[in-house]
């Protein structure tokens, strides 16, 4: 390091010492040092942070970061059956191009004058959402499905007043968590049981566990564990008897085949936009919706932020602003606070690309193509010796459980062989699920094909005899 | 007239596509994208695949989607996007405490390349290595920087961070004990809002410290607020006002001895990368917003990400799993004996975090300590300039430099001419220039809050400043076109009445139409 | 867009702020006014109000203006190019603070959608005693003591506010202060103000972005807010004397107290004990008790003793002492202060004392913040 000589960095234009003369002069300094002097010496860090040399040269840095990069072994490069709450599906390649686009991908919060395009485009994805959902109010995107889940449960209680929050037992135990450190100590979270039979949730135990205390009932469709929860109107009936709010956790990209949650009486849906034209980043691709009818007084419970269609002074243009309603009575679950803040609007117009790529037809296609190559797979995996699908009467979408147990080895072994022959299995369900024991959750979607689940049943066939 | 000679506005027209609304746009029939074919084995076996559903869980209709071919959808968000002016085009300094710096192209290259979006965070870890490294590697660069002893990258946000400093503070007094006795946060109405808003959700009682008249908070202020119930303190140093507080290690000190823990809001680093830390000033914990400081886009509002550092006696609280090196191989760490769980999915924002550290690679300890000094120069310039021209202010520590940014004020012009903040920020468009409006809490009369940062060359600056200086200049000549501006810009005034109006604000296009339609005629 | 026609009422006060540019201190009174006319006063109130109404122009075809005839208003409207309704009478030049109030009625009788009135604090006043809160009105201020919160920042702003509360549809009101000083002892040098009571004004919330931390909270919302956080942390064995102000009637309105806005209420286990308190009469109450004392500043002064509460003595307050005593504030209220610190003016220095330094408000649901208090 201290052989190299000073250098002008490329993305700091005033470092030309020429420049950066001209500009003291005009502050009246002769050192930026003294631009300093309001942070006391024993504030000031005396030592030296031992970062590596850099890598000055925009060939040298992309060498080392691709470097880095090659150790991964990627999704293309196998083939994976892995879900479980982030979901490998095709991204249309427009759906890259519009959020490389430089405008979207370094604006911030501009005005909704020179930021037009970014409101419009966010309302238009709402829109899209709304339709899909069939419901007319969507906010602009939280950062995931757990802050999604996480503050529709909130705002239930705010609605209702209560406390009290029933949750399925077989939602995601990560969402759990996030819901869990959001809401604690505030909330009280009670579960819901699911009879292990059907995959389906336990009517009686939910009409047991319901009470005037109740606030919400937040259920998943499909659940985690892929199966299609088909007692939406019993589960909502029961939740509107008790005054409560029904709140459904759904996938998105089922609704080209499955009825909209709202249909079943959910007041609440929300869920992950990550498979509408994300890339799974491994992980980095979420964004969370919410959604409801519009009704003021749930509206008014949106910590989030809502864009509305709004016309100017010249007669026919359109514009937009956010939906800005003051928040006028109080009341004491005012607890339930929240924040808004940066979050993950670049998915938001993201899923709106994705959601006019696909239209209608494309939507009902890509749900019946889940349909078919899922139940395919589930019908291979069936005929191996020692395996079987759980809940296999229950109807599924994209995802279902493979109970090993039956068989001579375990997840975990079974998973590490498949590696070597270039295949990720289904997650391991051993500690989220101890119940289900030696079982995994496969994932199957449009990219999968024939060739690929024959593949995996050819993988597995060999691993297990 | 103008502070900077010479230095014109441009005569600058942003596009304007008079862009229908998706829905819209195509005709029946038109397709933007086809899936692949069922195969017929598949199809054989199974056929249409909806016999196994039950009959009132199939959908009946379908989604009322727009129906668009590609080469339009594309034009169309194209036309969106030229109606979008990003930090990329403009001179992005009107949007102070957002530290719009330059996001490097190269760093957009790394974080498409197929190795890192085409993989599945539940993966085999053998597989992630790559990414693992540079995770871990971003979490020993970001101690370096703070004096820190452990990174979580999870957060996915600045607000996101400030929410698991709050948890982690509850963890700490849970685990002493003490958790029904230490009920309140006190933070500052000049540091973030959501360093209050965040710890509220978890149930904390909130206190804050209005500043003195040097727009600082002060120590008596502090004492006044500290007590047995004090569990925490969250604040940011130097505050939005860019004024660094010099007596920061003796408000950590307080509230050690009160029992409470200090967490520091690191959003306004960009001026303080190697000059001062969060170690020095005794802080237990802090973050950095990786899309701030650290480069990583806005993209619109998000995706971003928020890295937040502990003391050691700390990390057992953060969420899980934390990443570690065994010598031969990246890890995860889920034995994290008194963890908050987690805050988000997964573990993090992941290209946000590989931008972060890209961009640190390509500048090492001189380059970072580079890019805030000459932060600040650009800031100090730029606040001789301003305050240059007729009705600025720029309120608290007159004659002080202050550090990256500095919330000014209009009050002055809007006294002389009744032109509003928020008429300059319209009428700033018209010449190609952003400037934010949202400085909540309003303590500062007409506000506006620039931060020039590294990025913005000389000329840059001074185009800024004659762009402030004319429409300050306008104010007085001819306050009707300001009153009435943008009138270059995509739209023109907007008619904001029904956005508060349950019976017409419409968030959805369905909504707009059940709405509006009768009005449309 | 169907056109409805909006009423609008205006009423000046033709003699406000003559006495300013002549060094007298308001002109209240006949004689004073004799005295400013002699010194050579000229009406500043018409000039001011034609730059209000002015800004009314692009909406004239819509509305209809009201107004006295003359100088209370006819006269500068038809300047103005409004072809006004004129209504009532008077006699020219010798105008009075019952021509001011019968207007006010009479106006009130046509139910007009917003009253403008132009002058100072002593007109606020008389339109407060005319109407109370059953008309939506805003201050043009034209007179000399401008104590109230009635009155818009300068006649611009005054027409732009009118303007746009026209123009929308939906209404945003607020109550805001009426406040005059003692003008026999104004003149003598000491300054004694009192709260007279509310006036509905109208207010505009900035069309700009959502703020960085949530949505907006109107006034209603946070006194709310406030008054649960105050009853929710009452200790029993206390008295609590309540202040004057519409936050502290929040708090009676939680409780289902009757209360006055303008005096001070005692409580007792949430009870209440009485109402409309003098001095004496409080001291009475709190002898040898254990007492806290809920205050809220003057909006835009920030008086929290010594001003609309003078009933709390410098005796009663030491019984009281610092730590009993709670101040409550909206967050609006506070920022609208502009960093100015909070003041106290209890008419005894070591009671001022005692006070000034930082302290706790009250600022919402488990919400304080840490402000300066100066004397």
Redesign the interface.
């Known amino acids: 390091m201290n052989t190299k000589k000073s250098f002008i960095h490329p993305y700091i234009p005033n470092s030309v010492p020429e420049i950066k003369e001209k500009m003291m002069q005009e502050i009246g300094i002769n050192d930026i040092e003294e631009l300093y002097t309001d942070i006391p010496d024993f504030l000031r860090f005396k030592g030296s942070m031992d970062l590596p040399d850099p890598l000055l040269s925009e060939y040298d840095l992309k060498r080392h970061v691709n470097g880095i990069l090659s150790k991964n072994t990627t999704c293309q490069e196998s083939i994976s059956f892995l879900g479980g709450g982030c979901w490998q599906h095709y991204v249309p390649a427009i759906c890259d191009e519009i959020n490389q686009r430089s405008e979207f991908l370094t604006a911030y919060a501009g005005e909704p004058y020179e930021d037009h395009g970014r409101f419009h485009a966010l309302f238009e994805y709402a829109s899209m959402m709304g339709e899909l959902l069939e419901m007319d109010v969507v906010n602009v995107p939280t950062y995931d499905w757990g802050q999604a889940a996480s503050t529709a449960i909130q705002m239930a209680t705010r609605i209702t007043d209560r406390t009290e929050i029933l949750v399925s037992d077989t939602i995601s135990p990560d969402r759990l968590l996030i819901i869990q450190n959001y809401c604690s100590p505030l909330l009280k979270m009670k579960t819901m049981k699911t009879d292990y039979e059907t995959g389906k949730i336990d009517l009686g135990d939910l009409e047991d566990s319901i009470s005037n205390k109740t606030a919400g009932v937040y259920f998943e469709n499909p659940s985690y564990l892929g199966c299609i929860e088909d007692q939406g109107s019993k589960i909502s009936s029961i939740t509107h008897e008790n005054d409560a709010l029904c709140i459904v956790g759904t996938d998105p990209l089922s609704l080209g085949v499955l009825t909209p949650p709202s249909n079943y009486g959910a007041d609440i849906v929300c869920g992950d936009i990550q498979g509408l034209g994300m890339h799974m980043q491994y992980g980095g691709g979420h964004a969370g919706f919410i959604a409801t009818h519009d009704e003021e007084k749930i509206v008014m419970e949106y910590p989030s932020r809502l864009f509305g269609i709004i016309p100017t002074v010249v007669k026919g243009e359109y514009g937009f602003g956010d939906v800005t309603y003051d928040r006028t009575s109080f009341s004491k679950r005012e607890k339930g606070k929240e924040f808004i803040g940066t979050a993950a609007a670049l998915w938001g117009i993201t899923a709106g690309v994705y959601l006019a790529l696909l239209g209608p037809q494309g939507m009902q296609e890509l749900g019946k193509l889940i349909l078919q190559k899922s139940q395919y797979a589930m019908k291979r995996l069936s005929t191996i010796d020692g395996i079987n699908i759980l809940f296999n009467q229950t109807s599924h979408f994209k995802e279902f459980v493979v109970d090993f147990n039956k068989t001579p080895k375990k997840v975990s072994e079974i998973n590490e062989l498949l590696v070597k022959k270039k295949i990720f299995g289904g997650k391991d369900l051993s500690k989220e699920f101890p119940n289900l024991r030696e079982s995994a959750l496969f994932c199957v979607t449009e990219v999968h094909k024939k060739e690929d689940i024959d593949k995996l049943i050819l993988g597995l066939e060999e691993i297990l005899n | 007239m103008s502070p900077v000679k010479n230095m014109k506005v441009r005569n600058f027209h942003q596009a304007k596509w008079d862009e229908p609304i998706i829905f819209e746009l195509g005709s029946k029939g038109e397709r933007g994208i086809l899936l692949p074919e069922i195969e017929n084995e598949i199809e054989a076996v199974i056929g249409d695949g909806f016999s196994k559903i039950p009959k009132h869980m199939i959908r009946e209709q379908v989604p009322c989607l727009p129906e668009i071919s590609q080469m339009q959808v594309l034009k169309h968000y194209l036309r969106l996007s030229q109606e979008t002016l990003g930090a990329d085009l403009n001179v992005d300094i009107g949007q102070g405490t957002c530290t719009m710096k330059y996001s490097p192209k190269i760093n957009e290259i790394f974080a498409i390349s197929p190795k890192i979006t085409e993989l599945h965070p539940s993966q085999p870890i053998c597989t992630v290595q790559g990414i693992l490294e540079i995770f871990y590697k971003t979490d020993l660069f970001l101690r370096e920087i703070s004096g820190l002893d452990q990174f979580t990258l999870q957060p996915a946000s600045g607000s996101q961070a400030i929410l698991t400093m709050s948890s982690i503070i509850k963890a700490f007094h849970d685990y002493n004990g003490e958790n029904t006795q230490r009920d309140e946060i006190i933070t500052t109405i000049f540091s973030h809002p959501s360093d209050a808003a965040a710890p509220a959700v978890q149930g904390y009682k909130i206190i804050d410290i209005y500043p003195n008249q040097e727009g600082l908070p002060d120590l008596e202020a502090l004492k006044e607020a500290i007590s047995d119930r004090t569990a925490g303190l969250l604040i940011t140093n130097p505050e939005d006002t860019g004024i660094y507080n010099p007596y920061i290690k003796e408000f950590t000190k307080m509230i050690h001895e009160a029992g409470g823990l200090c967490g520091y809001d690191q959003a306004n680093a960009n001026g303080v990368l190697g000059i001062a830390r969060a170690k020095e000033a005794d802080f237990d914990m802090c973050f950095f917003n990786l899309h701030k400081t650290f480069s990583s886009p806005h993209g619109c509002g998000g995706p971003s990400a928020g890295a937040l550092g502990v003391k050691k006696e700390l990390i057992k609280f953060l969420p899980v799993p934390l990443v570690r090196y065994n010598g031969s191989e990246y890890l995860f760490d889920y034995n994290v004996s008194h963890t908050i769980g987690k805050v988000r999915s997964y573990y993090g924002v992941v290209p946000a975090v590989l931008k972060a550290y890209s961009w640190i690679m390509s500048l090492g300890r001189e380059g970072l300590e580079e890019v805030s000094r000459i932060a600040v120069l650009n800031n100090n310039y730029l606040l001789k300039k301003v305050l240059e021209i007729n009705g600025t202010s720029a309120p608290y520590a007159k004659g002080h430099h202050r550090i990256e940014q500095v919330r000014y004020s209009w009050n002055k012009l809007t006294e002389e001419t009744g032109i509003t903040t928020e008429d300059i920020t319209n009428r700033m468009v018209d010449f190609g220039f952003h400037m934010w409006s949202s400085h909540h809490p309003f303590i500062v009369p007409q506000p506006f809050t620039l931060e020039p940062t590294e990025s913005y060359s000389k000329a840059e600056i001074d185009e800024y400043i004659a762009g402030l200086a004319k429409v300050a200049e306008e104010a007085h000549s001819n306050p009707e076109i300001v009153k009435n501006a943008p009138h270059r810009s995509v739209v023109h005034k907007l008619i904001t009445d029904s956005l508060d109006d349950p019976d017409k604000w419409a968030i959805t296009w369905r909504s707009y139409l059940k709405k509006w339609k009768n009005d449309r005629i | 867009m169907i056109i409805i026609m909006k009423k609008v009422g205006l009423i000046i006060n033709p003699i406000a702020g003559m006495g300013g540019r002549v060094g007298l201190k308001g002109t209240d009174g006949g004689e004073i006014l004799e005295q400013a006319r002699l010194l050579g006063a000229i009406p500043e109130s018409q000039n001011r109000t034609l730059i209000t109404i002015q800004k009314l122009l692009p909406i004239q075809e819509k509305i209809e203006l009201i107004t006295y005839p003359e100088e209370m208003g006819e006269n500068i409207a038809k300047k103005c190019g409004f072809q006004p309704t004129i209504i009532g009478s008077i006699s020219k030049g010798k105008t009075t603070r019952e021509d001011t109030q019968k207007a006010a009625k009479d106006l009130l009788d046509l139910k007009i959608d917003l009253l403008l009135f132009a002058g100072g604090d002593g007109t606020a006043r008389d339109i407060y005693d005319a109407i109370e809160d059953e008309l939506v009105t805003l201050g043009i201020p034209t007179g000399v003591k401008i104590q109230s919160a009635v009155f818009a920042r300068?006649p611009?702003?005054a027409g732009?506010l009118a303007l746009s509360f026209l123009?929308?549809?939906?209404i945003?009101v607020r109550e805001a202060e009426v406040m005059d000083i003692d003008e026999d002892s104004f003149r003598k040098g000491i300054v004694r103000a009192k709260l007279y009571g509310y006036l509905t004004i109208p207010y505009e919330?900035?069309?700009?972005?959502?703020?960085?931390?949530?949505?907006?909270?109107?006034e209603?919302?946070?006194h709310?807010?406030i008054a649960?956080e105050i009853i929710e942390n009452m200790e029993t064995n206390y008295f609590y004397i309540v202040g004057p102000g519409t936050t502290t009637r929040a708090i009676m309105d939680k409780l289902q107290l009757a209360n006055t806005l303008l005096g001070i209420d005692l409580i007792y286990d949430k009870k209440l004990i009485a109402n409309d308190l003098n001095e004496s009469k409080l001291t009475h109450y709190i002898q040898g008790k254990k007492a806290k004392l809920i205050i809220t500043p003057i909006g835009g002064q920030g008086y929290i003793l010594g001003r609309g509460n003078q009933q709390l003595s410098p005796d009663i307050i030491k019984k009281i002492g610092k730590d009993n005593i709670i101040v409550i504030a909206t967050?609006n209220k506070?920022?609208s202060l502009?960093?100015q610190p909070l003041l106290v003016d209890s008419g005894d220095k070591e009671v001022d004392e005692l006070l000034c330094?930082?302290?706790?408000i009250i600022t919402g649901?488990?919400?304080?913040?840490?402000?300066?208090v100066t004397r």
């Open positions: 300068n611009a702003r732009e123009q929308k549809r939906t945003r919330r900035a069309h700009v972005q959502s703020s960085k931390a949530g949505s907006p909270e109107t209603n919302f946070a709310q807010a649960e967050r506070i920022n502009n960093g330094g930082y302290i706790g649901y488990r919400e304080k913040s840490i402000y300066r």
